[in-house]
């Protein structure tokens, strides 16, 4: 059990936390050695913005819980998550049937 498990429940998958993580560390090291020293001062914001969404992935990522997720899931009355889910009893029973060859 993770730290954050009792906090949040996770609602990403492995794949998902992983893209997550490189695009954020991605993001802000981009915005940090773009900072003013190098881009022109009408471009600061957009350099400010970027390295704090790269933040926010980076962190979702490692914690394995997007906000985003459960908002959306909410406005359209459903749960969204990238986890893979768990198989119901008759799902694991028919796939160890399939997987013995038995009919």
Not at 5 to 17: A, L, Q, T
Not at 62 to 87: H, K, M, Q, S
Not at 90 to 102: C, H, I, T, Y
């Amino acid at each position: 059990m993770e730290f954050f498990d009792w906090v949040v429940p996770k609602n990403e998958g492995m794949i998902d936390r992983v893209i997550r993580v490189f695009a954020g560390i991605g993001l802000f090291t981009g915005a940090a050695f773009s900072g003013p020293q190098l881009a022109p001062m009408h471009l600061v914001g957009i350099s400010i913005l970027l390295g704090a969404i790269g933040l926010v992935l980076a962190v979702s990522g490692l914690i394995g819980y997007c906000p985003v997720y459960n908002f959306i899931g909410a406005w359209f009355d459903t749960t969204i998550t990238t986890c893979p889910r768990e198989l119901t009893r008759v799902e694991r029973l028919e796939k160890n049937v399939f997987r013995s060859g038995r009919s």
